[in-house]
C-alpha cells in the first residue's frame, strides 16, 4: 500500500538508537530527527554529544538541553566560539554578530533562578553549571573553556552528581582550590585534567585533588597558574603513581617539582615542558626513572644542555617523539645521542636551536630508520649533507616542513624526493635556495604526495608545477609568494589535481582569469581558495571559478584591486555551501550585506 512504512515498526528501539549513534554527523542525525515523531524520541536518547558557544543566554540553553537529551556523556562549552543562537518566536534574528563576541560578554547573570534578567545573561553561571550535574547523571567529560564566572559552588555541585567523570577541562575558569578538592573527594574515576589559565587555584587544591583521585589520573595540564608551585607537583608524584602525560608551562616550577614527578610516575608517557627554571637535573631524573617515555616536548629552555638529552637518549629507549623549541644551548652531541639511542624514534621538531647543525641530523638519518615526520624550522646551520642522509636512511618519512633554511637547497630535496618515496606531505617556507629542480624531483617520484606548500621560495615556477601535476594527486597546494609561477603552472595542476580540495595562490602577481577557468573547469571538489594580492585576477575569472565548483566554502580575495563588488556578489550567489568571504568592507555591496551578512569578513573592518 503507497505511503505504508514496514521497516520501522518492526525495528526495536535498541536497534534505531544504536544506528543513530553511529551516524557520522550532527546535521545527519538531525535530518534523521525530523522523520518522524518516534525517530524524533529515539535520536534525543541517542545524542551523546552536545556542544555550545558564545551566546546569550547559557544557562536557559543548558536547562533545555539537559532536559530534551537525558543521555548525553559529553559536554564541551567554549565561550571563546561564537556560534548562531536561536531567538525567541516572533522576533528578528539580531544583524549584528558581534554582540555575540566573548570579548563583549557581559556578566548579567544570576544564580538563584532561570528569571528574564538571566535571559540576558551572556556567560555560563553556576546555575547553569547546576543544570548539567541534575540534567546529565551519566556524565563523563566536560569541557568549561574561558567560562570566567564559575565558582567552587558550581564545579561542587558537578563533582557531586557526576562521579563517573572521567575527563575535566577547567581552561580560562577562575575557580579555586575549593571547588577542585570537592572533585577530588567525589570523582574517583577522573583521567584528565587541564588546569590551563586557571588563576584563581593554588598548591593546595592540586594537593586535595591528588590526594582524592591519584590513582585514576593519567593526564595532567597545567599553564599560567602562578599560585602552582613544585609543592602541587610533589603530591602529584606522591599521589599519582598511574600519571601517563603531563604538560607544563610555568616560570614558578623548578627542578623540584619536575624530578618529583619522575621519581613517582613511572608509568609516564608524555611530557611537555615550558618552564624556564627547571635545569639538567630535571632531565636527568626523566632519563633515570621514566623508562616508558614516548614523547617529550621542551620549549624555550636557556639552562639545558646537551647533557639533558644524553641523559633522556641513556634511560629512555621507547623515546618516539621529539620537539626541541628555542634551547639554545642544545647542539649536535645532544641530537646525537637521541639518534645512537632512541632508534624507535617516528617524530622529530628542531625548532629555533640555532646551535644544532648538520652533523646532528645526519646522525638521525643514519639511527632513525623509522622517522615518519621530520620538522627544521629556523636551523641557519643545517646544510644539504644532513637532508641527504635522511633520504638515504629514512625510508619511512611521510612529512616534512622546512621553514627559513636558508643552507638547505635543491640537493637535498632531491635527495629526499629519491630516498622517501612514501612522502605525502612537504612543507617548505622561505627556503630560498630550493628551486625547480627539487620540486621536479618531488614530482616524479613520491607518488603519494598529497599536500604541498611552498611559500616565498622564489626560484619554483612552472617547470616545478608541471612535473607535480603530471606526478602526484595533490589535495592541498600553497603556492603563495612564488612569483615564477603563471597560469601555465595552476593549469598544470588543475588538470593533473581533480581532487585539489584546498588551493593558496596568494600574491601571484602572474596568475591571471584564464588560471581560474582552468581551475574551475577540473577541480569540482575545491573548497577553499585563497586570491590575495593577486593583481590580474578580475570577477570574470571569479565567474567561471565558481561555476562548477558548486562546494567552495572559503574564498580570501583581499588586494584583489581587479575584483569589484559584482564579483563578491558573484561568489555569494553561485556558491551554496559558502561560509566565509574575506574581503576589503568598501567591495561588499548593501544588498550583499543583507543577503549574507554573516558570511562576510573583513580584514580592516574600520578603514
Request: with cysteine; glycine share 8%; charged share 20%.
Amino acid at each position: 500500500m503507497k505511503g505504508y512504512d514496514q521497516i520501522n515498526p518492526a525495528m526495536p528501539d535498541e536497534l534505531i538508537v544504536e544506528i543513530f549513534r553511529r551516524l557520522d554527523s550532527k546535521s545527519s542525525s538531525d535530518a534523521c530527527s525530523l522523520v518522524c515523531r518516534r525517530w524524533l524520541r529515539l535520536e534525543r536518547l541517542s545524542r551523546e554529544t552536545i556542544r555550545i558557544g558564545a551566546s546569550r543566554s547559557p544557562d536557559v540553553q543548558v536547562n533545555l538541553l539537559a532536559k530534551r537529551f537525558v543521555n548525553v556523556r559529553n559536554v564541551y562549552i567554549d565561550e571563546q566560539l561564537s556560534v548562531s543562537i536561536p531567538v525567541k518566536l516572533g522576533k528578528r534574528r539580531h544583524s549584528d554578530r558581534s554582540k555575540n563576541s566573548p570579548r563583549k560578554l557581559k556578566f548579567k547573570t544570576g544564580k538563584n533562578g532561570y528569571g528574564d534578567n538571566d535571559l540576558e545573561s551572556s556567560c555560563l553561571s553556576d546555575a547553569g553549571l547546576n543544570a548539567i550535574a541534575e540534567g546529565f547523571a551519566h556524565l563523563e567529560k566536560l569541557s568549561l573553556i574561558w567560562c570566567s564566572n564559575l565558582t567552587n559552588v558550581g564545579l561542587k555541585s558537578i563533582a557531586e552528581k557526576c562521579r563517573s567523570l572521567k575527563s575535566l577541562d577547567l581552561r580560562g575558569c577562575y575557580v579555586g582550590d575549593l571547588g577542585l578538592a570537592a572533585v577530588g573527594e567525589c570523582c574517583r574515576q577522573l583521567e584528565d585534567l587541564n588546569l590551563r589559565f586557571c588563576e584563581g587555584l593554588t598548591d593546595n587544591g592540586l594537593r586535595d585533588l591528588s590526594a582524592g583521585c591519584g590513582n585514576s589520573l593519567k593526564s595532567i595540564g597545567i599553564a599560567a597558574c602562578a599560585r602552582i608551585t613544585d609543592i602541587a607537583l610533589q603530591a602529584v608524584g606522591s599521589h599519582c603513581r598511574y600519571l601517563e602525560a603531563l604538560s607544563l608551562d610555568s616560570e614558578f616550577m623548578h627542578n623540584n617539582g619536575v624530578v618529583a614527578v619522575a621519581r613517582g610516575c613511572p608509568s609516564l608517557k608524555v611530557l611537555k615542558l615550558q618552564c624556564i627554571n627547571v635545569t639538567d637535573e630535571a632531565l636527568f631524573a626523566v632519563g633515570t626513572f621514566c623508562s616508558s617515555l614516548e614523547l617529550l616536548a621542551l620549549y624555550s629552555f636557556q639552562r639545558f644542555t646537551d647533557q639533558s638529552l644524553c641523559a633522556v637518549a641513556k634511560g629512555c629507549k621507547r623515546l618516539k617523539n621529539l620537539t626541541i623549541s628555542d634551547c639554545y644551548f642544545l647542539g649536535d652531541k645532544g641530537l646525537e645521542a637521541i639518534a645512537t639511542g632512541c632508534s624507535e624514534l617516528t617524530h622529530l621538531e628542531v625548532n629555533g636551536c640555532h646551535n644544532i647543525g648538520t652533523s646532528g641530523l645526519e646522525s638521525v638519518g643514519k639511527s632513525c630508520m623509522r622517522l615518519s615526520e621530520l620538522a627544521l624550522l629556523y636551523c641557519q646551520k643545517i646544510g644539504n649533507y644532513a637532508l641527504s642522509e635522511v633520504g638515504r636512511g629514512c625510508k619511512y618519512l611521510q612529512a616534512l616542513h622546512l621553514v627559513d633554511c636558508s643552507n638547505i637547497g635543491d640537493d637535498a630535496i632531491c635527495s629526499v624526493a629519491g630516498g622517501c618515496r612514501n612522502l605525502k606531505k612537504l612543507h617548505i617556507r622561505r627556503c630560498y635556495e630550493v628551486g625547480n629542480k627539487g620540486i621536479v624531483a618531488v614530482g616524479e617520484n613520491c607518488k603519494f604526495l598529497t599536500d604541498l606548500s611552498i611559500w616565498f621560495c622564489d626560484k619554483v615556477g612552472d617547470e616545478a608545477l608541471i612535473a607535480v601535476g603530471q606526478g602526484c594527486s595533490l589535495l592541498h597546494l600553497n603556492v603563495s609568494g612564488c612569483h615564477q609561477i603563471t597560469d601555465d603552472g595552476i593549469t598544470a595542476i588543475a588538470r593533473g589535481c581533480p581532487q585539489l580540495s584546498y588551493l593558496d595562490m596568494s600574491v601571484l602577481q602572474n596568475a591571471s582569469d584564464m588560471a581560474l577557468a582552468e581551475l574551475g573547469d577540473n577541480c569540482p571538489l575545491l573548497k577553499d581558495i585563497v586570491l590575495s594580492h593577486c593583481l590580474q585576477i578580475t570577477d570574470v575569472g571569479l565567474a567561471h571559478l565558481v561555476k562548477k565548483c558548486s562546494m567552495l566554502e572559503s574564498c580570501h580575495i583581499v588586494y584583489c584591486p581587479n575584483i569589484t563588488s559584482a564579483g563578491v556578489a558573484t561568489i555569494i550567489s553561485s556558491c551554496a555551501n559558502i561560509k566565509k568571504v574575506l574581503v576589503e568592507k568598501w567591495k561588499v555591496s548593501e544588498r550583499t550585506k543583507r543577503r549574507a551578512g554573516s558570511i562576510i569578513s573583513y580584514l580592516c573592518v574600520n578603514l
